[in-house]
């Protein structure tokens, strides 16, 4: 058929013009290897080399024992420090916990009393305050029990809570950084491959070039969305299966051609995406700053760092219509819960209607732009 084939020779053109593009491809190979490499091991969701100091005010046999059970990977050597710098550490942000032993600490647990240990929490440090709290609580209660005879004695719970974790049993957060980290990306890159192609036949007065031949507008975007959408496809599988499954270590569960197809259809919808944005742009600047308040949103919000039920509904439902939303919820439940078409059907069939809904604003927007051009 004529359209198609002028549709492949176009986007041959693209796939030519990113060839000779040397910045552009240093960016799409850096942001689909080492940039999610550095996300996935760099962001930590686990509690690891947490800074704690000990105020020991009693210096007793059962206060060493507590400060030595602090050990690594989840904590770094205790710095013993004094009462009045407390304070003044706390407020240089020197430590994340500062662990303060009262005096008569031991005396009081011999006699039978309850003396309180302070735990002082820097929790600007967000991640690791609420997940060390309760380290550093049951490795106090552990340590005081072993060291009092016949407190192991207690009769057991009436309720007895039994933890089982599916998908992820070491909750090992590497695995679940560098998914998110690859839906980043390729939301990223597939703006602003499509984008900056749409904007530079413009700055390069080449779109006058393309509008003399026999070629209709909505040839002319699909042959830019279909090329740099293979890019960003080929790329996303091959960080998929090297830097994910390869250097990450991360299980696959689920059918990758089922992953594969998803991935590819959302990244077709984001690519429409950055389409449209450069139809309401005339520059690169401005195409960034659009880009900005977009892209990131996009991301932030895509239920890849908060689950989207934590979110508030308005936002919620403004999500739902990102193809990144979509994109994060087939990654998650077909690459680690292992799930089926039935289970992801909807996404599959949301991400459609958002690409379908962008490619028809985008078709309208470019022909007013080239229309403005003639």
């Known amino acids: 058929m004529r359209w198609a084939r002028h549709v492949i020779r176009l986007g041959g053109k693209e796939l030519l013009s990113l060839a000779r593009d040397p910045v552009m491809l240093a960016i799409l190979v850096y942001g689909f290897t080492a940039m999610i490499y550095v996300l996935a091991t760099g962001m930590s969701l686990e509690l690891r080399n947490a800074s704690v100091a000990i105020v020991d005010e009693d210096r007793s046999l059962l206060s060493r ?40 600490f031991e005396a009081d647990v011999a006699g039978g009393r309850a003396p309180v240990i302070q735990l002082n929490i820097d929790a600007t440090a967000m991640s690791q305050a609420g997940i060390g709290a309760g380290y550093i609580r049951s ?5 005081t029990k072993q060291f009092v005879p016949g407190a192991r004695e207690e009769r057991d719970p009436p309720v007895r809570l039994v933890t089982r974790t599916l998908f992820n049993p070491n909750l090992v957060g590497s695995w679940f950084m560098g ?27 080449t779109l006058e070039h393309l509008l003399v031949m026999p070629l209709r507008p909505a040839e002319i975007m699909l ?4 090329a740099n959408s293979l890019v960003v496809f080929v790329a996303t599988v091959l960080s998929t299966g090297f830097v994910i499954g390869g250097l990450l270590g991360a299980p696959f569960h689920g059918s990758s051609l089922l992953f ?15 389409v449209t944005l450069a139809t309401l742009v005339r520059s690169m600047p401005q195409f960034g700053l659009l880009m900005m308040l977009v892209v990131i949103p996009m991301n932030v919000l895509s239920g890849g760092n908060t689950p989207l039920d934590s979110m508030p509904a308005m936002i919620r439902h403004i999500m739902f219509f990102s193809p990144t939303t979509h994109f994060v919820s087939i990654a998650h439940a077909i690459l680690f819960r292992g799930a089926e078409l039935a289970a992801v059907w909807t996404h599959f069939m949301a991400a459609a209607l958002i690409a379908g809904a962008f490619f028809g604003i985008a078709l309208v927007r470019f022909r007013s732009s080239v229309a403005t051009a003639t």
Request: charged share 15%; net charge negative; with cysteine.
């Open 223 to 226: 042959g830019k969305i279909a």
């Open 179 to 205: 998914i998110n980290g690859l839906t980043t990306v390729a939301t990223i890159l597939s703006v602003i491959l499509t984008g900056a192609a749409v904007i530079r036949e413009r700055e390069h007065g």
């Open 260 to 274: 594969l197809g998803g991935a590819a259809l959302t990244i077709f919808a984001m690519t429409c995406v950055g």
């Open 65 to 104: 024992r507590l400060a030595d059970a602090l050990v690594p990977p989840y904590f770094q050597p205790p710095v013993t420090i004094r009462a009045d710098a407390i304070d003044r550490s706390m407020d240089a942000a020197l430590y994340t916990f500062i662990v303060n032993i009262p005096p008569d």
């Open 139 to 143: 490795i106090m209660l552990e340590e």
